[in-house]
């Protein structure tokens, strides 16, 4: 038996993404996360590894797929010909209007839509390059992938986590199960059963935590976890207070919690 083929991947991941995550395939849980990954530093040193990488030239169309509060589409707005930043959270996408216009960019074009239900070739263009990162939200990962792949002219960028080890710690210390999406291996080999190879480069940050104190850790998982408890709450407040040193005006963590990302691309 040869399990990369005999195991049906579109859904295990279906499988794994319900147990841990169901909820955050609502429009309604991204909606009430937009003021939490517009202010957090979450992201900086992972989108300026992943940029790196991006190959994007002057002449061309993107497309960011679950693009979030504008991470990626404004350095990328910055690079390409033309952006069309697709979410499916109206709120995400009004901190991506605010920041474009604070950027002065102008070749943006903003699309609220659920990708799964969006129309490639109607309600959107083929693009040279397709970018999705961290945005396979979904128990459907097959659908999602197929349609990235057909909304590419040239190269399709998809990248997702590897490892959180610092989210992993969090969920001891409260004393609960870790609760995390399937990982990356699931996509690839999904993937690969639908015949594409892709390129894997994998994103490693060593910076990817850094809070403005103890409490506001606690303010950010509060807001992550929503049923905190009393005595979770004071079990993760000694957490960051032990796990956590103040340098240069931040909080991050004492040792090492390396994250990791993998981007994967394919050319079409
Ligand atoms: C983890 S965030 C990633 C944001 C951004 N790509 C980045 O890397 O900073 C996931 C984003 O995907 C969006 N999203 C989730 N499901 C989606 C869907 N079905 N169609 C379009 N966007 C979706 C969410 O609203 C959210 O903005």
Not at 115 to 120: D, F, M, P, R, Y
């Amino acid at each position: 038996m040869n399990p990369f083929i005999s195991i049906d991947w579109s859904a295990a991941w279906r499988e794994a993404f319900l147990a841990h995550a169901p909820e955050n395939a609502t429009s309604e849980y991204w909606d009430k996360r937009a003021e939490l990954f517009q202010n957090q530093a979450r992201f900086d040193e992972y989108t300026r590894l992943i940029l790196r990488r991006l190959r994007v030239g002057g002449g061309q169309s993107v497309l960011d797929v679950g693009c979030g509060v504008g991470n990626l589409t404004l350095p990328l707005a910055q690079r390409a010909r033309t952006v069309t930043a697709l979410d499916v959270s109206e709120p995400m996408l009004a901190y991506l209007r605010k920041n474009a216009a604070e950027a002065g960019l102008k070749n943006i074009e903003i699309k609220q839509l659920d990708w799964l239900e969006a129309g490639i070739g109607s309600d959107v263009p083929v693009h040279d390059i397709v970018v999705c990162s961290c945005a396979v939200v979904t128990p459907e990962a097959q659908s999602m992938l197929v349609k990235l792949n057909e909304a590419a002219g040239r190269i399709v960028y998809l990248s997702w986590e590897i490892a959180h080890p610092f989210h992993a710690a969090v969920y001891r210390a409260l004393g609960r199960p870790y609760r995390s999406y399937p990982n990356y291996i699931y996509l690839y080999n999904l993937l690969y059963q639908l015949g594409i190879a892709a390129e894997v480069s994998v994103v490693k940050s060593r910076r990817q935590i850094q809070f403005e104190s103890p409490q506001a850790a606690l303010a950010h998982w509060r807001a992550r976890l929503r049923n905190l408890s009393p005595q979770e709450e004071k079990n993760l407040l000694e957490f960051f207070q032990k796990e956590l040193k103040q340098t240069a005006g931040v909080w991050i963590p004492r040792r090492p919690y390396p994250s990791s990302w993998a981007l994967m691309s394919w050319r079409k």
